[in-house]
């Protein structure tokens, strides 16, 4: 069985729908799976035709319960940290991917399962959904982005207590910390995430690339030098093809056709 399915999907077929596929395993990512994600991120990255990606589950009890840890059983310290490796870099991609991305989760989403979702950019969840990050109860500690991206969005004495704790919480928790975008019943969880993403799809990749990147990259530079980048990032798309049609389709009272150019 492919441990991870793809769905072009969209009103303009630019949204890209990747499906966790281990249901049997609550999605639990193993060296197979990782290797999988890595090589699809690295093709969706120049990809310019995928304009949002979606992180989605084949099971509705769990996003992703996180590492395989049956796999891990049986490695050598080094056969670990050799994998743990390739999870860094599948996480990495994803957090790095120029399009936007959002988490759609539904049921639970622990521990790797939680960082995935913390690695794309907005997440969708259901109100069934339970989030935690539980390594230190197991002797480690979030390794692929959970102290990291935390505190970013959620109050830092929130993230330390979910992080110091390993404690699971819901949704009205999650969402009273600022962490969730929208919080809906099951039966409309997907399609409130693609509403979503047909929305960003809509408007000009380079300037919503852009914004991603200025979003992610500028809070941690000095004010002066936070100018300068942000000013160089809406350069690339101020020179576009694509600010040159949103104006004339302004001007001409319709909807504009951009192309990434």
């Not at 490695?75 to 759609?104: C, G, N, R």
């Not at 339970?130 to 979030?142: A, D, N, Q, S, W």
């Not at 500028?218 to 980048?229: D, T, V």
Request: aromatic letters at 6%.
């Amino acid at each position: 069985m492919n441990p991870i399915l793809t769905e072009i999907l969209g009103d303009n077929g630019q949204i890209l729908n990747i499906t966790l596929n281990r249901p049997k395993m609550l999605n639990a990512f193993n060296t197979k799976m990782a290797e999988y994600m890595l090589s699809l991120l690295k093709v969706v990255s120049t990809d310019s035709s995928i304009r949002v990606v979606l992180l989605t589950s084949s099971n509705n009890d769990a996003f992703c319960s996180g590492a395989d840890l049956k796999e891990r059983q049986g490695l050598s310290d080094e056969a670990w940290k050799v994998q743990h490796e390739l999870f860094e870099q599948m996480f990495y991609a994803l957090e790095d991917l120029p399009q936007p991305t959002i988490a759609v989760v539904n049921g639970y989403a622990l521990a790797g399962g939680f960082e995935l979702a913390l690695n794309c950019d907005l997440l969708v969840a259901a109100k069934t959904s339970k989030f935690g990050l539980p390594e230190v109860t197991r002797g480690i500690m979030p390794g692929c982005g959970g102290s990291r991206l935390l505190p970013k969005r959620v109050p830092l004495n929130k993230a330390k207590q979910w992080l110091f704790t390993g404690e699971i919480f819901g949704v009205e928790e999650a969402s009273d910390a600022g962490l969730l975008n929208a919080v809906v019943p099951p039966e409309e969880l997907f399609q409130t995430a693609l509403r979503l993403a047909n929305k960003i799809a809509k408007n000009a990749p380079l300037g919503v690339q852009g914004c991603k990147k200025s979003a992610n990259t500028l809070g941690a530079l000095s004010n002066s030098e936070a100018r300068k980048r942000e000013i160089e990032i809406y350069n690339l798309a101020v020179n576009s093809n694509d600010r040159l049609e949103g104006v004339l389709a302004f001007n001409e009272k319709r909807a504009p056709i951009f192309t990434g150019k």
